[in-house]
């Protein structure tokens, strides 16, 4: 049995379809499929049901995955063992995140990183939740800030102790801005940008306590900066996080909302990801920094 067709069967187990994990491991998938009857008929086992949308693990199967995934992370652990003895590393760490202060503990443990090796380079793509994941799973980025996750299944993660908080941005010239925080009925009537990535049954979709098709919904932003000018023109209020944009001097303000609503976040990366020795070397770092904040 190679590790290499163990690879193969965790990437199967993991996207539950051939053609998912054949496209991940950049594989044909006649090359992948013959991989996996070869391993069946070496073990003498039926590994996988294949249903018409998806492929789920037999008992045999749940057990080689255990086993699998026990052989890897020691694999792993070895190589990382022998290969951090090195004392010069450079290369690219990319990190895809949406709009939060969170990236301040990503900024700190790169520039710690970067203190000690120089060579090493952070690159950080913009984007909301469904950017992140997507880019996560084709392997185009090493690392991902997520914002109030729901299924973490695919992914191994770090969950950020501080908590962004919830609140309205608006013209200081508003109505609601006279008020020191906002609550759901003061909204219901009112004209409002959402993020792109609002979603019936999110923890913002049940604090406003009204169906989307009930409120007021005048446009979407995928970033933060356009929706504050649409703020700006007079458009309507933008419900966001804290601490994104400073709106210190301008003709913008930012209100809370009340019941207070916070918003959890989490650093996340592929499981069964083979990570550069630069991005071990971050991942330790981010390890770091959220202990000392």
């Known amino acids: 049995m190679e590790l290499r067709v163990l690879q193969y069967f965790l990437a199967v187990a993991r996207e539950q379809s051939v053609s998912g994990a054949a496209a991940y491991l950049h594989l044909s998938q006649p090359t992948l499929s013959r991989q996996l009857k070869n391993l069946e008929d070496e073990l003498g086992k039926q590994l996988f049901l294949r249903g018409n949308r998806k492929i789920t693990l037999t008992e045999e199967g749940m057990l080689l995955r255990k086993r699998a995934e026990e052989i890897m992370d020691l694999v792993w652990k070895t190589e990382r063992e022998i290969t951090l003895n090195d004392e010069r590393v450079a290369g690219d760490i990319y990190i ?27 690159h950080i793509a913009s984007g909301d939740s469904a950017d992140v994941t997507e880019e996560l799973d084709k392997g185009l980025i090493d690392f991902g800030i997520l914002l109030d996750p ?38 219901w009537d ?73 918003a959890e976040l989490c650093i996340v990366w592929k499981k069964y990801q083979v990570f550069t020795k630069a991005a071990e070397l971050f991942l330790h770092a981010v390890r770091k920094s959220l202990l000392s904040s």
């Open 190 to 262: 009112k004209p409002l940008i959402l993020s792109r990535q609002h979603r019936e049954g999110s923890a913002l979709s049940l604090w406003l306590n009204r169906n989307e098709a009930d409120l007021r919904i005048v446009a979407t932003y995928s970033l933060l900066y356009n929706g504050s000018i649409l703020v700006d023109e007079g458009i309507g209020y933008a419900i966001t996080l804290d601490k994104i944009l400073n709106t210190q001097g301008s003709n913008l303000c930012f209100r809370p909302l009340t019941p207070a609503l916070q």
């Open 96 to 122: 895809g995140a949406g709009e939060t202060d969170a990236i301040r503990i990503l900024a700190r443990a790169a520039g710690a990183l970067q203190r000690e090796h120089p060579q090493i380079r952070v």
């Open 150 to 187: 729901k299924d973490l299944s695919k992914y191994d993660y770090l969950r950020i102790p501080e908590k962004d908080v919830w609140g309205v941005l608006m013209r200081r010239d508003a109505p609601l801005a006279q008020k020191d925080a906002i609550r759901p009925e003061d909204l």
